[in-house]
């Protein structure tokens, strides 16, 4: 049974965009902190960025002022707008959600210098 869903990911080039978004069902999306992880060849998961229900939000220090996370609690669905990416952003992209420490399967985002 798949929980999270990710979409949007792709092969850009270097200063371009993309915009992930990650479904979930409501009885997950509800009151639950979600965020996005990556992992690239070879290294460990890492955090990208988290909100809160309330729309907090916290970002690694890689990706802020590129990355923004937002959520639509009307749609259960949280989104990562990648700007300005770059190649070292090239990785497998997952959304994650706290509570219950689910995972989704992951998108590719590819990104050519």
């Known amino acids: 049974q798949v929980q999270l869903v990710e979409s949007g990911g792709g092969l850009v080039q270097a200063g371009g965009s993309l915009r992930l978004s990650c479904a979930a069902s409501?009885?997950?999306?509800?009151?639950?902190?979600m965020g996005w992880y990556r992992q690239a060849p070879g290294k460990q998961r890492e955090l990208v960025a988290i909100?809160?229900?309330?729309?907090?939000?916290n970002y690694a220090d890689s990706v802020k002022g590129r990355f923004t996370i937002s959520r639509d609690n009307a749609k259960n669905t949280v989104y990562l707008q990648m700007n300005s990416l770059k190649p070292a952003d090239t990785a497998l992209y997952y959304c994650?959600?706290?509570?219950?420490?689910?995972w989704g399967r992951g998108t590719q985002v590819t990104v050519s210098s």
């Open positions: 409501r009885s997950i999306f509800s009151s639950n902190t």
């Open positions: 909100i809160t229900n309330g729309g907090t939000t």
């Open positions: 994650y959600a706290r509570l219950g420490d689910i």
